[in-house]
């Protein structure tokens, strides 16, 4: 873990940790020289030397970087600073859609339609670009609600360019309960595994479960 008022790229200033995953933490900090927050994106120390996490974790700045849409979070800047790689990002308030139901529940009817309307113009945005983007992660701890309830997608460590490859890894990626039995059963995937996943999200979120 990285230590509050540390420094990476004598830039970027960590106020504290506000998320932890299986391949990277998450830090609020504060950007010295255009003057905001930000939230910092760490690939954990013991991953820094697998070559394929590292693939991994540059490939999610890759894919977010070249997007712009209001229910995506935008990526700032992307380095690495004494062997630590990290990404930068626009900082948002609010909870995932996870902690959500959680505290509150089946999510109200027409509430989970706008909602679910705002994930399929985002997938549509993905898919329709050029070679299209792949989410392959699709799931309520990657979403954010803001406070005026506005969504926003976080997390592309799981996407790939669709036309790159064949879509295949050597070590499963997405989250059982939301991914495609193809994901699971052959490890591929394609633009049919996000929309699979948008359905189990709308499940989640009517029924609470």
């Known amino acids: 873990m990285i230590m509050k008022g ?14 932890e995953g299986g391949m990277a933490n998450v830090y609020l900090a ?14 954990r120390g013991d991953l820094a030397n697998d070559e394929k996490f590292v693939r991994r974790f540059q490939r999610e700045a890759l894919s977010a970087s070249s ?3 209001p229910n995506i979070v935008e990526v700032y800047d992307v380095g690495e600073d004494a062997g630590q790689y990290y990404i930068v990002m626009e900082y948002v308030e609010g909870i995932t859609l996870e902690q959500y139901i959680r505290k509150f529940g089946a999510v109200r009817e027409e509430m989970a339609v706008n909602w679910m309307l705002a994930l399929c113009d985002v997938m549509y945005y ?3 670009q050029n070679p299209p983007v792949i989410y392959r992660d699709l799931k309520p ?7 005026d309830g506005h969504l926003r997608l976080i997390d ?12 295949k890894e050597q070590f499963m990626l997405g989250t059982l309960g939301y991914s ?8 591929r995937t394609g633009k049919a595994a996000d ?15």
Do not use: C
């Open 6 to 19: 540390q420094k990476i790229s004598d830039r970027y200033q960590i106020i504290k940790a506000i998320g």
């Open 180 to 187: 495609a039995p193809e994901q699971w059963m052959h490890g």
């Open 141 to 147: 701890a990657n979403i954010i609600i803001q406070p």
């Open 195 to 209: 929309i699979y996943s948008m359905g189990a999200v709308l499940h989640e979120m009517l029924t609470g479960v």
């Open 126 to 128: 993905l898919h329709s």
């Open 156 to 167: 592309f460590g799981g996407a790939f360019l669709f036309g790159s490859g064949n879509g």
């Open 30 to 43: 504060y950007d010295t020289i255009l003057d905001r927050n930000v939230a910092v994106k760490v690939l």
């Open 67 to 69: 997007l712009s849409h």
